[in-house]
């Protein structure tokens, strides 16, 4: 049977920015297993339904149908104990938790100030009045008012330091190959560079020769990865 992994899309449906398919793609690709991407938009609640959820990613292989991206990574592990570990286990499954964390509540939330009116560009036009309604109800302010860059920058340059302290030592957050921890930090960092109206999200040289390194891991998936820019510079806003 087929591995389906269901994975959000924008106003075009070749534009994937859901950070959390990212990285289980990456995963994926890590372990060298196929998947088929299965386009799907914030609204259809009912098409995943059958996952308990309604978020992406949901990992649909064989008979087992698994949500929520970490523990989409750690099934792989489980499932395929003999393709290269993404998570690990013991107490590397445990930091790289911790790390999922961190990634979620430092980095996300700065990225998320730099690009949040640059989703609404990017997201579906169905989608939008949802988007907003939904955010603005969690920010407890308006886009524009949540949407500031440059405080972003600042709060992005912060929550980085660890990462900064880690790519100084070696090229790879996981050592001298990506894993786990790569991946985590890629898919929001690939997020923001696929919405981004303004790119480069990352100003800091050495983050962004990280990211470009990982872009071109497996056959340049991330390189290949449309953003809202193409789009704009085709369509307009
Ligand atoms: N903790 C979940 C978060 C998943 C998540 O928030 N997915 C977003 C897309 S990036 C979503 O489906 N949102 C649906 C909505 O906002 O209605 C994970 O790691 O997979």
């Known amino acids: 049977m087929a591995r389906i992994l269901y994975d959000l899309y924008g106003r075009d449906e070749q534009l994937r920015f859901s950070p959390y398919c990212w990285r289980v793609r990456m995963a994926l690709a890590h372990k060298g297993l196929d998947v088929e991407l299965k386009p799907w938009?914030?609204?259809q609640k009912d098409a995943i339904a059958f996952a308990n959820t309604d978020k992406v990613p949901v990992l649909c292989d064989g008979d087992q149908v698994v949500a929520d991206s970490f523990s989409i990574m750690g099934y792989l592990d489980d499932a395929y104990p003999d393709t290269p570990?993404?998570?690990g286990s013991g107490a590397s499954y445990q930091r790289a938790l911790l790390f999922s964390h961190y990634v979620d509540r430092q980095v996300s939330p700065a990225?998320?100030?730099i690009v949040a009116l640059d989703l609404l560009t990017a997201i579906h036009p169905d989608d939008r009045d949802y988007f907003r309604a939904t955010r603005e109800a969690r920010f407890g302010c308006t886009l524009e008012e949540f949407h500031s860059p440059e405080q972003g920058q600042t709060l992005l340059h912060k929550a980085l330091?660890?990462?900064r302290a880690v790519l100084r030592t070696s090229p790879f957050l996981d050592g001298e190959t990506p894993g786990g921890?790569?991946?985590l930090?890629?898919?929001s960092i690939m997020w923001?560079?696929?919405v981004s109206l303004q790119a480069p999200v990352i100003e800091e040289a050495m983050i962004d020769d990280w990211f470009r390194r990982l872009c071109a891991f497996y056959d340049g998936m991330g390189n290949h990865a449309l953003t809202v820019r193409d789009l704009v510079d085709?369509?307009?806003a």
């Open 185 to 187: 930090l890629f898919g």
């Open 111 to 113: 990225l998320l100030r």
């Open 234 to 236: 085709k369509q307009g």
């Open 181 to 183: 921890a790569d991946y």
């Open 192 to 194: 923001a560079n696929v």
């Open 41 to 43: 938009r914030f609204q």
């Open 161 to 163: 330091a660890p990462v």
């Open 85 to 87: 570990s993404v998570l």
